[in-house]
């Protein structure tokens, strides 16, 4: 299992815990995910750490002084 946070501006009322979201690639020097409908977007992964799967496990939702976070778990 792994876990990747996506940064998302929900209000709580989008993405529910335990739900299953796909994800689509994009690449640049790195990887970047975007959660389907545009409802956030990961860090840059590098390549050698690469998401294998399509979708993912919508695990926890927290807030930070700067952002909200989503964490999804994948299966790999």
Partial sequence: MRLVEFSIEDNGVFLEIGKTYKINEF????????????????????????????CGILKE???????????????E
């Fill in 27 to 54: 690449q640049s020097a790195n990887y970047y995910y975007m959660l389907e409908n545009a409802w956030g977007m990961s860090r840059p992964i590098p390549a050698n750490q690469r998401l294998k799967s399509s």
């Fill in 61 to 75: 939702k927290k807030e930070t002084l700067t952002s909200k976070l989503a964490i999804l778990e994948f299966d």
